[in-house]
Each structure stands twice: as C-alpha cells, then as structure tokens.
C-alpha cells in the first residue's frame, strides 16, 4: 500500500514530531513529488524566519501586571484554595 503524505505531514517532519520510519516514507514522498518538496523548503524557511522573532510586552504592561499581582499575598488564604 502506498502511503500519501500531506501538508500536515511535511510540517510534523519540520517539526520533529515524526518517528524516524515516518521520516524515511516522507523524505521518499517529496524526492517525487515536486510540490511536496517545494512545500517543504518553504516551511523550512517560515520556521528560520519565525525563530528569529522577538517580542517583548510594553514597559506600561510589564507596570501593570506588577501592579495587580501588588494587591494579591504570594499565598492565598485556606478559605480561598479550596473554592
């Protein structure tokens, strides 16, 4: 029986999220299909681009959240845990 591989399979493989038999059936399945190796190098590329993605919140929001957590003790009273 022959296996067909998806979009979504090419993209577990990118991930490492694939069994290494899996590995060997998907690489076999994009050296001949053109667009699945296309799909392929191109989520490569979408992976490098978003691990080079930094965020940080806003000064005003890191203030705010200290602010609230301010108004809570560390450790909640019993009567609390348990609601």
Same mark, same amino acid.
């Given at each position: 029986?022959?296996?067909?591989?998806?979009q979504d399979?090419?993209?577990?493989?990118?991930?490492? #999220?694939?069994s290494p038999? @899996? =590995?060997?059936?998907?690489?076999?399945?994009?050296? !001949?299909?053109?667009?699945?190796?296309?799909?392929?190098?191109?989520?490569?590329?979408?992976?490098?681009?978003?691990?080079?993605? #930094?965020?940080?919140?806003? @000064? =005003?929001?890191?203030?705010?959240?200290?602010?609230? !957590?301010?108004?809570?003790?560390?450790?909640?009273?019993?009567?609390l845990r348990?609601?």
């Amino acid at each position: 029986m022959i296996k067909t591989f998806t979009q979504d399979d090419v993209i577990r493989y990118v991930y490492e #999220e694939t069994s290494p038999e @899996e =590995n060997l059936l998907i690489e076999d399945a994009m050296m !001949s299909e053109p667009e699945l190796m296309t799909f392929f190098l191109e989520a490569l590329e979408l992976r490098a681009l978003m691990n080079k993605i #930094e965020r940080q919140p806003r @000064e =005003n929001t890191v203030q705010s959240i200290l602010n609230y !957590s301010k108004n809570y003790p560390a450790s909640p009273p019993a009567r609390l845990r348990h609601t």
